[in-house]
């Protein structure tokens, strides 16, 4: 499990035996079950998941009870409730597991004191966090510039193989379209 995070980190930097230790010594291991909440609005959120293996979306519901997701993690990828993570807001959205999870939590107070003992983790989670913004921006282009097709196809490029794990009215949530929509494009693919 530690081998998962260790080759995503050594992606953007490198690191000592010593400093890989000590990062692993302040993750913790969350195996959550599916359909289990580890956020929800109004808490106050210090901690970011990096996803071992499940899949879990970020989503919030607006004032008729309506579901809009955000954002789907699959393995390899981080997610939490990034805006109260950052700012130390209440949580505007829910994470919530799709399937059985494990995940690997940093809480906010000991990546302060990583980037003061070993700096080279400002530019690690830098990265991952320009990443992270330049991914939300495409999404918000496409969903101004592109027809429902095309960012179905622009999905499937971010989230292979997703499709055998998550319902088909979740990813027509993702996408803004209805699932009927959805399932009319997928027919045209193929």
Sequence with gaps: MHSAILNHISKDITLTK?????????LSEIKAGKKEILIKPGDSVKSEYYVVSGCLK??????????????????????????AFFNQVPAQLFLETIEESVLLEIQ????????QRIPIFERFFRLKT????????SRI?????????????????????IEKRV?????ANYLGI???SLSRIRKELL
């Excluded at 970020?58 to 805006?83: K, R």
């Excluded at 320009?130 to 921006?137: D, E, M, P, Q, Y």
């Design 58 to 83: 970020a989503y919030y519901l607006d004032e008729n009870g309506d579901e809009h997701i955000i954002q789907f993690a699959v393995e390899d990828w981080w997610i939490s409730d990034f805006e």
């Design 108 to 115: 906010k107070d000991s990546l302060e004191v990583l980037y």
């Design 178 to 180: 209805q699932p009927e």
């Design 18 to 26: 010593e400093e890989q230790e000590e990062f692993l010594s302040i």
């Design 141 to 161: 282009l496409s969903s101004l510039q592109l027809n429902s097709k095309q960012r179905y196809q622009e999905f499937c490029k971010s989230y292979p193989n």
């Design 167 to 171: 319902p088909n009215y979740q990813i």
């Design 130 to 137: 320009t990443g992270a913004f330049v991914s939300l921006r």
